[in-house]
């Protein structure tokens, strides 16, 4: 059976074993797909027999951001389990996780799940800016939930060097910092500042208007000490925002 005829094709290393089930979401830069084993179907309750194949095309492939990832040994990480460079195009594979968009969307969060993820999530940003790594993605289709109950932070392809004085950055659409819609270079505080959103759109039942930045929404159900936090963290002046975790 073709299962990949809808699909792009897979690696030699991948298509002996591996087929395509479905995709989870496609963008101009990236796109990103469950695989299966084969003799395991789309409908397996066996997460070990799937994994995550994400393919970017290689001119927007930051090979020096995944190979400095990938000597780090974090929970709060999510490490690729295999990089591979096929035709002109890189394919990234990690282990099956769900994230936080399914979480949410499935069960609803507390405000005890809310303080494990930003507890979490800060460690995992705090060792990243350790290595001089700003993520620039912390968003919860990026935040995984690992199988001791802890999340980690995934998805590199936005990552890119402290200091490196790159100024087209892609980010999600409602967490972009205001300094790169203004072609400014993003720091550590660009990261303080789609990590503030995030907790927004977390106390905000992961539902916005709008986009995730607090200032052009209405809050709900956030306390009046948390919000002005928040509104702190995604204040339009970098310098005004708090400058580390």
């Known amino acids: 059976k073709d299962f990949n005829i809808?699909?792009?094709p897979l690696?030699?290393?991948l298509e002996k074993n591996w087929h395509i089930t479905d995709i989870l979401n496609s963008s101009g830069y990236s796109s990103v797909y469950i695989i299966n084993h084969n003799g395991s179907s789309k409908?397996?309750?066996?997460n070990s027999?799937?994994?995550?194949?994400?393919?970017?095309n290689e001119e927007l492939f930051n090979k020096s951001i995944y190979k400095k990832i990938q000597?780090?040994?974090s929970p709060y990480i999510q490490i690729p389990l295999k990089i591979i460079k096929y035709k002109h195009n890189y394919y990234i594979l990690n282990q099956y996780q769900v994230n936080l968009t399914e979480l949410t969307s499935c069960e609803g969060i507390q405000i005890s799940d809310i303080l494990n993820i930003i507890s979490d999530i800060s460690c995992a940003l705090t060792l990243l800016h350790s290595?001089?790594?700003?993520?620039m993605d912390c968003t919860p289709s990026n935040i995984y939930l690992n199988n001791n109950g802890?999340?980690?932070l995934g998805d590199f392809s936005s990552a890119i060097f402290l200091n490196s004085n790159k100024t087209s950055v892609i980010t999600t659409p409602g967490y972009t910092p205001p300094e790169i819609t203004k072609g400014k270079t993003p720091d550590i505080l660009s990261d303080i500042y789609i990590f503030s959103c995030l907790l927004f759109t977390l106390c905000n039942n992961c539902y916005t208007q709008v986009c995730n930045n607090p200032c052009l929404n209405i809050k709900n159900n956030i306390a009046e000490e948390l919000y002005i936090i928040i509104l702190k963290g995604?204040?339009?002046?970098?310098?005004?925002?708090?400058?580390?975790?």
């Open 6 to 8: 809808l699909y792009p």
């Open 49 to 56: 027999n799937k994994m995550v194949l994400k393919i970017i």
């Open 11 to 13: 690696p030699p290393q």
């Open 234 to 245: 995604c204040s339009v002046n970098p310098s005004e925002r708090f400058s580390s975790f």
């Open 43 to 46: 409908e397996t309750d066996n």
């Open 71 to 73: 000597t780090i040994n």
């Open 131 to 135: 290595y001089k790594i700003i993520h």
């Open 150 to 152: 802890s999340y980690c």
